[in-house]
């Protein structure tokens, strides 16, 4: 076997199908750079047939990032397949990932079929796709519950209609380490053709053993591993990219194999995905979490300033954290503007460059210490402005000991100005009840959240809210150094979102929605 373990990132697919976190086209092409920078073999960039959305993204980043190998998911149908070729077609290495169930509970549940019919309708879809693409990935969803001799059997037939990859999901995060890793010997061992495809699998972390059940596995002989950025995905999550990797590079006397990951590139893309999706990352996650190289301990502060490594068994850069906390300032032009981006990822160049550095000197204005933090934000922030609908021009709110709050705001919706006051439980209450007075839908609300981007009293707010309007769900974000104001940016931001989004046509002066 090779001692090189393939990095398939779902990010893209399985990670945005994370309640709220659905990405738009910039945006996805946007983390396909970066996956593309951070050195991933191959980008799953979506499931072309479920909308002409998801085709157009997987078709544009096939198109335009380079490097990894770009895959396509399709059910075992022929228009899925036909469908994911079509997209992946720009690709210069392209593969076609499809799938079909294996366990008895979803071939006679789900499928109802019988299991000569799915190992039939299996086959004919690697041999379709294998017409189509120059790689084809099978893989037999809820492989962890699948009985053996039914797995070991449609593997083997999968392998000889022409896949080269073979994934091994435990799709609902059911196995325990030991189990798993056995489960791959035995497949490896036992079918007669293993050895002309790839074994790879996909853990879910429904039971927090995602990480351990891939591990396990690459002991036992997979050789590609699908994983997310910090750990996104259906439910709660996948194997996380970030926690694969380390694993593997700082116990390298117990995994002899190596990724193409560059390590240094972890922290930067795990915060462009957080930005991104609005799910923040939680301050004790490892490798990516805020808390994941601090020390408070008296114990532990004294080992850390007698030797390094008597606390931590990696270095904070060998993963792009920087300890160059205050970068830029308003002083700062935009060679050095520039240079600090590209250090950070970001390539900026003409108008985009002079639009970033317009925000960043309006930003320098009200807060003296600008962060790599606060420079991600504004990259962020500056998408897409032309495209909104609703924009804010001003917003007033009051509020103190013994007054009710109010609010003040006037937007531009569609061109013209509206304007709305209203009374809150606080001001961001006022603000939000002033702003969804004036539009319809405006969805309900199921998420509010608060993050500073920076420490200090003059750091910028990041604020995510989330909307419900019917099956759909989106989110928005708003950043800036008054957190009311930031609120405000992310409803707009998240009412920009919904389809059908319009100025009702009378609105009260104060709205009690």
Known sequence: MSDRLYIFDT??????????????????????????????DIIEA??????????????????????????????????????????IKPAAHSRIHTFIATSPIHMQ??????????????????????????EVEFSAEDAGRSEMDFLCRIVEATIAAGARVINIPDTVGYMTPNEFGARIKELRERVPNSDKA?????????????????????????RQVECTINGLGERAGNAALEEIVMILRTRSDRFSI??????TKIVPTSKLVSQIT????????????ANAFAHESGIHQDGMLKHQKTYEIMTPESVGWTTNRMVLGKHSGRAALKSRYAELGAQLDGDALNAVFEQFKRLADKKKDIFDEDLMAI????????????????????????????????????GKSHKATAEGDGPVDAAFKAIKSMVEPNGKLLLYQVNAITAGTDAQGEVTVRLQDGDRIVNGQGKDTDIVVAS??????????????????????YSGV
Do not use: Y
């Open 109 to 134: 549940a789900k499928l109802r079929m019988s299991p000569d019919d799915v190992v039939e309708m299996a086959v004919a879809a690697v041999k379709q796709a294998r017409s189509l693409a120059a």
């Open 46 to 87: 979506g499931f072309p047939v479920a909308s002409p959305g998801d085709f157009e993204a997987v078709h544009r980043i096939a198109s335009e990032v380079k490097g990894p190998t770009i895959a396509g998911l399709a059910r075992a149908h022929p228009k899925d397949i036909e469908r994911a070729a079509e997209a």
């Open 379 to 414: 990259l962020e922030q500056g998408d897409d402005v032309a495209a909104e609908r609703i924009k804010l021009l001003s917003l007033h709110a009051a509020s103190g000991t013994g007054d009710t709050p109010v609010a003040a705001v006037e937007l531009e919706i569609e």
């Open 258 to 263: 190596e990724t193409c990951i560059d390590t």
């Open 278 to 289: 609005g799910m923040p990352v939680q301050p004790n996650k490892a490798i990516v979490g």
């Open 488 to 509: 405000a940016k992310a409803l707009i931001d998240a009412l920009n979102k919904l389809p059908g989004m319009h100025a009702k046509e009378v609105h009260a002066q």
């Open 11 to 40: 990010t893209l697919r399985d990670g945005e199908q994370s309640p709220g976190c659905s990405m738009n086209l910039d945006e996805k092409l946007r983390v396909a750079h970066a996956l593309a920078a951070l050195g991933v």
């Open 198 to 222: 790839i074994f790879s699998v996909h853990c879910h972390n429904d039971l927090g053993l995602a990480v351990a059940n891939s591990l396990n596995a690459v002991e036992n002989g997979a």
